[in-house]
């Protein structure tokens, strides 16, 4: 449009530099995950980050396994990586690429460096190797066996694939500069001896090759034009150049860093989440308290929220952290029109209307969401006797309290005025019952004006009410006193996951079915637990209170 002003992040300047130079014709762009994890929120950065900017410019994204270092690697680990980035809704066209894949093109790629001179074999030990390497204010030292012929590196090589040596005895070098002030220019080592079965491969190789070296071959053989990876990697790519360059691919791809996904007090990393997963803290990679993108589906995030999020926090050159609490604004924003907004007690105390006929059932056309006319409205049944929030009632009422107390009326959300007239405790001294009367004069809807009431409180029909276990969560870390201790453990706090056992919902929850979410009113939006709800037993995660901390755009 005319005078529109559209920001650009930084990775979208250089592709549409790129596309006027004419040095590239159409995108290419790649999410390339080893398969040693689940996906994180950091992941979703890159998936999105990527699979967006393929759309944006009419291109391809590729979805590529870098499965060149079988020691982590895990088949497990494939399916749920898929699953994720097709919820995520990164369309990969269904095509799965594996770096495994390219063993072959890799090893001719080693020997053409060979052939031009540019990679030797070299017998010294990792631990020599170091030492020749230098350090950053001293120069490195030529191997020994930097000058081999090229014939004589050739043999050696391909007798390292044949397994004549012991793993580690050799190691393939490219030959750059030992003086380079880029540490990772001084003869990088490009491939290892190790005899480790492949998920994929097997056993026909007993040589590997290293990342930097296997990266940049991976993305020009798919015509990935812009590799697009995190900031620790910026060192890094005078080697990936170096290496589209020595072995002439005619349309070499280039790297583009841009800083990770932080979030402020939240475990992200793969270790922290392992630790958290094999000490037995969490349930599981899908524990809805972490990040992962199955713990997120899990808990009830939605792709919507997650792209959301990626879109306001931005494509950044220099690390920073993001908030959590912006991550809920977006699941809220999102399900504010999406979600139903129904009643559940959660903390559950019996209310009687001692002057409602026994047997009389009634029922009241509740919206589903004040907001969304469209959505409807249900029957929500009433009668005699109800459960509300023990919260709700007070013996002794503090200063602007305006809910249940003896004497007090509030409003039945939807339904009546009731007054409180009693109570009765239990021996311990818990109110096991709140007695009330109510006005059937105020019958929701038939335009009562008679009086004002300050509260209005949610309830259930105990008559109908469906059985549930709601499950709140918090920070797993203390975010008070940080997320790690002194000697580098993680700081947990005790109260991240609060079962409530003895819920009570609305009847209309009876056709919850797993994944769907649900506002509760007053209480914040809810999903039903995939993984532990049965035909007998339903059981919801918090996924966010109503209230917010956030707010967009605050200075
Ligand atoms: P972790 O640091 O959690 O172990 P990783 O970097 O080892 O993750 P990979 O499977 O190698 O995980 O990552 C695949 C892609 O995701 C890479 O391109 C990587 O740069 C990107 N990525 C990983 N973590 C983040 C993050 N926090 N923010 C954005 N992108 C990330
Ligand atoms: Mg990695």
Redesign the pocket.
């Known amino acids: 449009m005319d005078g529109e002003v559209t920001s650009r992040n930084f990775i979208q300047q250089e592709i549409d530099n790129d596309l006027k130079e004419g040095k590239y014709k159409a995108v290419v762009t790649r999410?390339?995950?080893?398969?040693?994890?689940y996906?994180?929120?950091?992941?979703?950065?890159?998936?999105l980050?990527n699979y967006g900017l393929a759309k944006e410019y009419g291109g391809t994204f590729n979805f590529r396994f870098?499965d060149t270092n079988p020691t982590k690697e895990k088949t497990e680990f494939v399916e749920s990586i898929i699953s994720d980035i097709k919820w995520l809704g990164a369309d990969f066209g269904n095509k799965v690429y594996f770096a495994s894949d390219y063993f072959d093109d890799m090893y001719e790629a080693a020997k053409k460096l060979i052939q031009k001179g540019k990679a030797y074999v070299c017998d010294l030990t990792a631990d020599e190797i170091r030492q020749y390497r230098g350090t950053l204010t001293e120069p490195g030292k030529n191997s020994p066996y930097r000058d081999r012929t090229v014939e004589e590196n050739l043999q050696l090589f391909e007798d390292m694939k044949n397994g004549k040596f012991e793993d580690g005895a050799k190691v393939l070098r490219a030959k750059i500069d030992m003086a380079s002030p880029n540490m990772n220019m001084r003869d990088p080592v490009i491939y290892r001896i190790a005899r480790m079965s492949h998920h994929r491969t097997g056993d026909k190789w007993c040589i590997y090759p290293m990342y930097d070296f296997a990266h940049p071959i991976e993305d020009a053989i798919e015509g990935v034009t812009h590799s697009?990876?995190?900031l620790?990697?910026e060192d890094h790519r005078p080697l990936y150049d170096w290496v589209v360059r020595e072995l002439e691919y005619e349309c070499p791809p280039r790297q583009i860093e841009?800083?990770?996904?932080?979030l402020k007090n939240v475990v992200?990393?793969?270790?922290y989440?392992k630790q958290l997963v094999e000490d037995g803290i969490v349930d599981g990679w899908d524990d809805p308290r972490l990040v992962s993108i199955a713990a997120l589906r899990r808990r009830g995030f939605t792709p919507e929220s997650i792209k959301m999020f990626m879109e306001l926090s931005g494509v950044a050159k220099s690390q920073g952290e993001s908030d959590y609490a912006m991550l809920e604004y977006c699941i809220r924003e999102d399900l504010k029109m999406k979600a139903n907004r129904m009643m559940a007690v959660l903390d559950p105390v019996k209310l009687v209307i001692d002057n409602y006929p026994e047997d009389k059932v009634e029922y009241f056309d509740i919206d589903n969401n004040q907001e969304k006319p469209e959505a409807g409205s249900r029957k929500v049944e009433f009668g005699r006797e109800l459960y509300i929030e023990r919260e709700d009632f007070m013996e002794v009422p503090p200063k602007k309290y305006f809910r249940l107390f003896p004497g007090n009326e509030v409003r039945l959300k939807g339904a009546y005025f009731v007054k409180c007239v009693d109570f009765e405790k239990d021996e311990a001294g818990n109110v096991t019952v709140v007695h009330c009367t109510y006005d059937p004069e105020t019958r929701s809807g038939s335009g009562f004006e008679g009086r004002k009431v300050k509260g209005t409180i949610h309830w259930v029909s105990a008559k109908s009410a469906v059985d549930a276990e709601v499950r709140l969560y918090e920070n797993i870390v203390d975010e008070e006193k940080g997320k790690l201790n002194s000697d580098g453990t993680l700081n947990y706090n005790p109260n991240s996951l609060t079962i409530l056992s003895n819920c009570k919902l609305e009847s209309a929850f009876r056709d919850a079915h797993a994944g769907d979410a649900f506002q509760f009113l007053r209480h914040g939006y809810f999903c039903v637990d995939v993984k532990d709800t049965t035909d007998e037993k339903l059981v919801f995660n918090r996924i966010v209170s109503l209230k917010s901390s956030y707010k967009p755009n605050a200075q």
């Open positions: 999410f390339p995950p080893e398969p040693n994890g996906l994180h929120i950091g992941h979703a950065k890159s998936i980050l870098d697009i990876c995190t620790e990697f841009f800083a990770k996904l932080y992200t990393g793969k270790r989440i």
